[in-house]
């Protein structure tokens, strides 16, 4: 068992293979090691990130849902409100025309009335000037006579 | 199984000798045939075996996570990234748990010291016949497969701990703090010469028993091996069986000791006491 140049030769072999170790090989295996342990951290952060986010929005829909509800029911609310009211304006409305229509028959009526009064009248008096004339066998003076007739005749 | 007239004691002896290359007394220079040819070099030799299968060892091993480091993927990453990711991080979290200061050498230093033991411990579970009788049979008449059971192997690897040890002290400390550090503690100013005594032997100690903890075990365990090697080859697989299984513990474990001592003594080279 001799100790010889081996023994520098070791040390020099030695000191090269760490030196090549610490240049090439220990620096990228140990920066992919960082980086994924940063990635896996990054990682389970995003998930917690999503995770809080889902849960605001779950809120925010459910609070969107209620509101949406509230305003439906304040629709339907007001629409009942205003085809109630619709209703009763056409009732009223109903009410009114029909109540002009049987006023403007009822003047039509009596209009009519009138009308044939005078007409019947105006008969009654040429009627009456007819039986006359039968009565008397004579030819009356119209023109004389008309006065009186229509004296009479305003009298019925 | 170099030779045809094989004793036991030869055949530990063979397997055991480096392959050593060096100027011979003579001034001539070749392979070592022997341990005494091999002591005879001296200071100024070089075992072959042992830096073939370090560097190469090293080598597979920065190959393999250089390419997994190149295409890394953070999002898919494939089986061989998988693994290297696994040891990446067991070791950054070694690291991390013993080392509290800003560092940028400890991680990568403790992951190549513990990739690059375990490889060269694991050569020890190779069949202690294989590689050194294929190189008899192209020639070369020595050859041990495991680089950790040279000594000069994990001193190596421990002085460079050591300079390191004594790089950072200065450096976090400056030269006044890792001389008082050595000097003034634990008995105070009036016991200095004491003092160094203990804080040096202390200091000796880290480089010297983190090589000889490593060389010991790795040392035994293949001594154990070649024991075993020796026997009838029917009941050979009933020693080397178990043996190998615990082997495969101790290897793993050895690396691992290697490194965490080195985190440990770094951080505490970073430590004001």
Same mark, same amino acid.
């Given at each position: 068992m001799n100790i010889n140049l081996t023994l520098i030769g070791q040390a020099i072999s030695f000191a090269?293979?760490?030196?090549?170790?610490?240049?090439?090989?220990?620096?990228?295996?140990?920066?992919?090691?960082?980086?994924?342990?940063?990635?896996?951290?990054?990682?389970?952060d995003a998930a917690n990130r999503a995770e809080r986010d889902l849960e605001l929005a779950q809120e925010k829909a459910t609070q969107q849902l209620r509101?949406?509800?509230?305003?439906?029911?304040?629709?339907?609310?007001?629409?009942?409100?205003?085809?109630?009211?619709?209703?009763?304006?056409?009732?009223?409305?109903?009410?009114?025309?029909?109540?002009r229509l049987r006023d403007a028959a009822q003047a039509e009526i009596e209009?009519?009335?009138?009308?044939?009064?005078?007409?019947?009248?105006?008969?009654?008096?040429?009627?009456?000037?007819?039986?006359?004339?039968?009565?008397?066998?004579?030819?009356?003076?119209?023109?004389?006579?008309?006065?009186?007739?229509?004296?009479l005749a305003k009298e019925l | 199984m170099a030779s045809e007239n094989l004793t036991a004691s030869s055949y530990i002896q063979h397997h055991l000798q480096n392959l050593t290359y060096g100027q011979h007394p003579d001034g001539t220079w070749g392979i070592a045939h022997g341990a005494e040819e091999a002591a005879a070099m001296g200071f100024w030799a070089i075992h072959l075996d042992t830096m073939l299968f370090s560097i190469g060892l090293g080598i597979l091993f920065l190959w393999l996570f250089r390419k997994a480091a190149k295409k890394v993927s953070v999002d898919t990453p494939s089986g061989l990234q998988n693994f290297v990711e696994m040891m990446v991080e067991f070791v950054d979290q070694s690291v991390k748990e013993t080392f509290h200061g800003k560092n940028k050498?400890?991680?990568?230093? /403790?992951? +190549?010291?513990?990739?690059?033991?375990?490889?060269?411990?694991?050569?020890?579970?190779?069949?202690?016949?294989? !590689?050194?009788?294929?190189a008899t049979l192209l020639g070369v008449p020595y050859f041990r497969v495991v680089p950790t059971t040279d000594l000069n192997a994990t001193l190596g690897m421990s002085i460079s701990v050591f300079i390191l040890?004594?790089?950072?002290?200065?450096?976090?400390?400056?030269?006044?703090?890792?001389?008082?550090? !050595?000097?003034?503690?634990?008995?105070?100013?009036?016991?200095?010469?004491?003092? !160094?005594?203990?804080?040096?032997?202390?200091? !000796?100690?880290?480089?010297?028993?983190? /090589?000889?903890?490593?060389?010991?075990?790795?040392? /035994?365990?293949?001594?154990?091996?070649?024991?075993? /090697?020796?026997?009838?080859w029917g009941i050979q697989w009933a020693l080397s069986v178990p043996w190998a299984i615990f082997h495969i513990l101790v290897i793993v474990l050895q690396a691992f000791i290697f490194m965490m001592? +080195?985190?440990?003594?770094?951080?505490?080279?970073?430590?004001?006491?």
């Open positions: 090269i293979f760490v030196w090549f170790c610490m240049k090439f090989v220990w620096p990228p295996i140990i920066a992919a090691l960082e980086e994924r342990s940063k990635k896996i951290a990054d990682g389970l509101e949406s509800k509230e305003q439906a029911a304040e629709i339907i609310e007001q629409a009942n409100k205003r085809a109630n009211q619709i209703i009763d304006e056409a009732k009223e409305q109903a009410l009114a025309d029909g109540k209009q009519d009335v009138v009308r044939a009064k005078e007409a019947l009248r105006s008969q009654v008096s040429t009627l009456a000037l007819a039986g006359a004339e039968k009565i008397l066998g004579a030819s009356v003076d119209e023109k004389a006579h008309s006065e009186i007739v229509e004296q | 050498v400890i991680a990568p230093l /403790a992951l +190549t010291i513990f990739v690059w033991v375990f490889l060269m411990n694991l050569m020890d579970l190779v069949p202690v016949d294989f !590689l050194p009788h294929l040890i004594v790089y950072y002290s200065i450096k976090v400390k400056g030269v006044s703090g890792f001389v008082g550090e !050595l000097t003034l503690q634990p008995f105070g100013k009036w016991m200095i010469p004491f003092n !160094l005594l203990l804080e040096g032997v202390g200091l !000796l100690a880290k480089p010297v028993s983190l /090589a000889l903890r490593l060389f010991g075990n790795l040392y /035994a365990g293949e001594l154990i091996f070649i024991l075993i /090697a020796i026997l009838p001592l +080195t985190i440990v003594y770094l951080s505490m080279a970073h430590e004001d006491h």
